[in-house]
Structures are given as C-alpha cells and as structure tokens.
C-alpha cells in the first residue's frame, strides 16, 4: 500500500471538510461580529480588558484564565450582567444569541431564564432570582479574520463559544432546568427539556431484559453531572476526560427504530445551535460510536440520570434533586470544548 498516497488523500479530504465547515459557518461568525462588535463598542474607550476580580467589565483578553470558570449555579460572574445594561445592549445580546442558536434553542434559554421568576416567588428569603443577572462577557476582539470567544450565563443556562477563521465551537453547553416541570400554577405541565428525558426514557423501557440490565448501571443517580466543575479545584476541571468511560449499552447493538431515538436525543442537543453549526457536529458524531447509560428510577418524576458518550461526545442529562424535579444538562466534547480544535487549526494554518 502506498501510504504516502493515502496520507495526501486523507489531507485533501480534511482540507475539503474543513473548507466547507468555513464556508457554512461564515454566515455565523459574520453575524456574531457584528453583534458583539456593536457590543464591545458601546464600553468607554480606553478601558481595559477586565481581570477575574473585576467581574463588572465585559471586555477581558482571550487567554484570561476567567474563560474556562463557566458556572452553572448563582453566584458572582465575570462579565455584564443584564440588569447593568442599556435597553440598545440588551437588544444586541439577543441579537449574538440568536446568530448561534436556533430557534429551538433561543427558546430553551429564553424560558429558563423566565425560570427565575418562578424561582424567585417559590424561594422567598432564599437566593435573589432575576433574569437580570444574566452576564455576558467577551474574550479578545470580534472578528472574521482571528480568533475569540464569548459567553453568556447566568443560572441554569451557560453558553461558551469560541471562534476562529476555521469554525464555531460551542462546548461546554450546559441547559438547566428548576423547577423540570411547573406544577403549580397557571404554568403547570411545562418543561423546558422535557423532550429529550422523555426520549430517554421511551428508549430505556423499548430495551430488552438483557439490554436494560446493561443499561441501568445503578438504582440511584449521581448528585450531579459527572463533567461539572461545581466544587472541584480548577486542576480538576478535566479529570473527566480520564476518568468518564463510556458505561452502559452500546448503541450499534439497537435496532434501527432504538437508533432513531439515539438521532432525536442528538437534535435535542446539538441542534440548540444554528444548522450551519451543528450540522457538521451532527454528521461527526456516528450514533453506533455511543453508549447509552441510566442510573436511577425509570419512572416518570422521579430521580435519575442517563448519559450518552462516545470517543468525543459526551451527553449528561441529570433529574436528581428536588425528588426528581431539577435538571441539570450538559454537551461536553474532548477535543472542541473551549474551541481547542478550532484555535489549534487556526493557529497551525495561520502560522504554518
């Protein structure tokens, strides 16, 4: 065999693939530029990027360590908050979220910010709940032509998108819910992400004995996410790529209609982003790769777990806390999460 033949076959297949993933996500990053531009230009001239102890500034540089503390809980946030902004910045914050989520997407945050009103009337005397503390926080100069990040979060909701010439990164993608589902009021019956526990669970009982015995791989759920970084030193903010194994059954041993299921939890997640960036991580991700895990009750309101992780992708979907009436979901991948993959091309490209 000739390998030198293969290896350039192989280059000019990566160069394609890479070509075309630049050409779709063009779009993406022209209309994040152009939101996070006006954004950066509305700060007071000469005002420096903002370090972890000023969390008040939204501008900060791209190698500042405050762009990997994503937080998912409430707490102070590196960044401007909601409530801190003029009506104009406000409406460009919706404007940089909607030129990378989708519509489905938008909607999911939009609701669990809305959350915080509910929280807020359940939890008196307990944490102030606002969707003004939302926080929005910018990591080097919006542009086309190098690279930066930003991310916006606040309870339950934590986005963290990196950007580059070569792409769109938009790991770690973290979705909470509290309370899972409303069940009081004139809001009673609604779940923000109910759709991708109910698939999960409709795949779970479609098992057979000898699957479901593989798949369940505990009678209790764990009490949070397994990639989270909620009370662990920051050197062990990626100890889960060592140290989470892919645990449960494997999917290419389902049939074909178990495996549409596997596909629709993956639109649940993925597809939280524009078609321009998630179609390219939708076709990378190869669902017989995957294995399927559960912890915890198989019945509906009540705690559990299920995760689906392969070489790369990792999804955890945790309903443990409140009796089973509490989310916390999270989108990992080894290789993008934080846009490694993509600032490592860029910069072997740019300075090759």
Known sequence: MNYRFVTLVAGVL??????????????VRESMVAAAGALAETVEPGTPPGMIDRPGNMLHSLDDDAREQWQ?????????????MSADQRMLVHD???????????LKVVHIMQLENIL????????PRSVDHYVLALFGTP????????????????????????????????FGSNPAEVRTGPLAGFR???VQEDLARDLLMSLTDVQKARAVISDEPPGEIFTGN??????????????????????????????????????????????????????????AELSFAWMGSTERRAPHYFRLQGPDFVFEYDNEQNMGNHVHSVWRSRSEDFGMGILERHYQSAHR
């Open 230 to 287: 909620i009370r662990k030193p920051r050197e062990q903010w990626n100890a889960w790529q060592q140290s989470l194994e892919p645990q449960g059954v494997s999917i290419g041993e389902l049939n074909e209609m178990q495996q549409h299921w596997v596909r629709r939890i993956l639109d649940e997640v993925v597809a939280n982003y524009r078609p321009e960036v998630s179609g390219a991580r939708l076709e990378a991700i190869d669902p």
């Open 14 to 27: 990566l160069t394609v693939t890479a070509t075309a993933q630049d050409a779709a996500t063009r779009s």
């Open 192 to 194: 923000v992400l109910g």
């Open 120 to 127: 807020d009337m359940l939890d008196r005397g307990g944490v």
């Open 96 to 106: 940089l979220l909607t030129s990378v989520l989708s519509s489905n997407g938008y």
């Open 143 to 174: 542009s086309t032509e190098s690279e930066w990040a930003w991310r916006f979060e606040g309870h339950h909701v934590s986005l963290s998108v990196s950007v580059s010439p070569e792409g769109v990164s938009v790991t770690p993608s973290f």
């Open 72 to 84: 998912f809980w409430p707490t102070q946030r590196v960044g401007l908050p909601i409530e801190s």
